[in-house]
């Protein structure tokens, strides 16, 4: 969908899906061939691949996850968060607490309310110190715009319907799964300076001339923000 989002909003212009390791495209096809944060996902082996594509003077382009640059140290703070965050069990204390709160408002069992509650209380402390330990943008913002949420919707419950928020907080669990799945990937495919130094050494053995093999450097002398290749 992506793809054909770029199709119709570049007329001329024509993608693929393919395994980056596998491409069903020509060999020395292109004058220029890039990857931003992708290629290393498919394993580096997907270099020779993506080599295999370009044509004579042409132009290879790649930024690839640095181990130790400020976007992994984002990404493992976010992960560690999140991780935490699902540790503490909020989103499923959380629904719980809901479930019987609902219910007691049409005449349930408030003890029942009341149990879940007091489950539901240290998920809140737990969340309160992930973002005193990590910050209130933490996860792109999204534990704090949780933890708000819930307080605003328990304290307007009759407002609400329980299906609606039960729904909300089940896709949002299956989205902070996929989340956490996605930095984890990050973490691991980010490259270090001695992998780094090999996938140069790896282009010259395939006759690509490395003209620029650098750490990109990221502003007020924070961590660099990535590996860069021109060749």
């Known amino acids: ?3 054909r989002i770029l199709e119709e909003r570049f007329p001329g212009v024509h993608g693929i899906v393919a395994d980056a ?3 069903p495209l020509d060999p020395a096809s292109f004058d220029i061939v890039t990857s931003q944060f992708g290629v290393e996902y498919a394993g580096l082996e997907a270099l ?5 594509l370009l044509a004579s003077g042409g132009v290879l382009a790649l930024l690839l996850h640095h181990r130790d640059g400020v976007i992994y140290e984002q990404c493992s703070a976010n992960l560690d968060a999140t991780r935490q ?3 503490a069990g909020f989103i499923p204390k959380c629904i719980a607490m809901f479930e019987t709160g609902f219910a007691a408002l049409k005449g349930g069992d408030r ?5 879940a509650g007091k489950q539901f209380a240290p998920a809140i402390k737990a969340m309160e110190a992930i973002l005193a330990q990590h910050g209130a943008d933490v996860a792109d ?3 704090l715009r949780l933890y708000r949420d819930v307080r605003t919707i328990h304290g307007r419950m009759p407002h609400y319907e329980s299906s609606e928020v039960v729904g909300w907080l089940t896709k949002l669990q299956e989205e902070t799964d996929a989340y956490a799945g996605r930095m984890a990937s990050m973490l691991d495919v980010a490259i270090d300076d001695a992998r780094f130094q090999q996938v140069c050494a790896d282009l010259g053995k395939q006759g690509v001339e ?3 093999a650098e750490a990109l450097a990221s502003a007020d002398d924070k961590p660099p ?3 860069v290749i021109v060749a």
């Open 48 to 52: 020779d691949e993506i080599t295999r």
């Open 111 to 115: 003890d029942e309310y009341s149990a």
């Open 141 to 143: 913002g999204t534990i």
């Open 85 to 87: 965050m699902q540790t």
């Open 21 to 23: 390791a596998s491409i």
């Open 1 to 3: 969908s992506a793809i």
């Open 210 to 212: 490395v003209l620029r």
């Open 225 to 227: 923000l990535a590996w």
